[in-house]
């Protein structure tokens, strides 16, 4: 069973341009979230998605950044007019439907953002 | 609100010693708490986690963690440190299910292991 997949792993780009990240859940995994790892600090939660809904965007920046995970395909965070401070490790995590604790996040090896 | 804290950047230990990571959370509802190590460049594995029940928990790769409810602590250890337990590792907690699922993370913690 294919772990959690992201796309691309490093990408970078110019002040301005528009980032696209992409997470592929595991199979059978219907929940995605999304964190942002930045220097010298932990995870912070950004979103939480279920297929066409999203269920928590509480940590998402309130402009320039959206994500979606649609019925058919991965999960996809964008970034807009990316900026110096964007520059972090945004990681991807899926678990199953959830019925009953908490089941575990399984992460993926995360797309390490660079703004020039 | 929740959080975490894990007090320290960095933990150095001789390989063979014993290994104490320690964590506290501050938390409004019954806390679900996980440790997660992460090795350079690669994502987050998990650990162990505590949901309900035993209050010890024992995870992958010989670590383990103790709940304790009056100390609002949840510290990691393993009895004896090797080589390949080098790596960052960060505690988490969460509410719940569902909306309440989302991870809180610690600034986590170096493990360094001497010859």
């Known amino acids: 069973n294919a772990g959690v997949m992201q796309n691309p792993r490093h990408l970078v780009r110019r002040r301005g341009q528009e980032a696209r990240l992409r997470c592929s859940p595991m199979?059978?995994?219907?929940?995605v979230y999304w964190y942002r790892q930045l220097p010298e600090e932990g995870l912070k939660f950004m979103v939480y998605?279920?297929?066409?809904?999203?269920?928590?965007e509480s940590g998402m920046p309130k402009e320039r950044f959206s994500a979606e995970f649609p019925k058919e395909g991965p999960s996809i965070l964008r970034i807009q007019q990316v900026v110096r401070g964007d520059s972090a490790a945004y990681f991807c995590?899926?678990?199953?439907?959830?019925?009953?604790?908490?089941?575990?996040?399984?992460f993926g090896p995360g797309t390490r953002l660079t703004v020039l | 609100a929740q959080s975490v804290t894990q007090l320290g950047s960095h933990v150095s230990v001789s390989e063979g010693a014993l290994v104490l990571l320690r964590c506290n959370y501050s938390?409004?509802?019954?806390?679900?708490l996980f440790w997660y190590v992460q090795y350079p460049n690669q994502g987050l594995q998990l650990l162990l986690k505590?949901?309900?029940?035993?209050?010890l928990v024992k995870g992958i790769n010989g670590f383990e963690a103790e709940f304790k409810k009056s100390e609002t602590s949840f510290h990691l250890t393993k009895p004896s440190a090797h080589m390949s337990d080098a790596a960052e590792y960060f505690c988490?907690?969460?509410?719940?299910?569902?909306?309440?699922?989302?991870?809180?993370f610690g600034k986590g913690i170096t493990l360094s292991v001497r010859p």
């Open positions: 505590y949901t309900t029940g035993a209050t």
């Open positions: 199979k059978g995994h219907s929940h």
């Open positions: 998605l279920q297929k066409e809904n999203i269920i928590d």
């Open positions: 988490a907690v969460s509410k719940g299910t569902g909306a309440n699922s989302k991870l809180t």
């Open positions: 938390s409004s509802v019954p806390p679900y």
């Open positions: 995590a899926s678990s199953p439907p959830s019925g009953g604790p908490p089941d575990t996040q399984y």
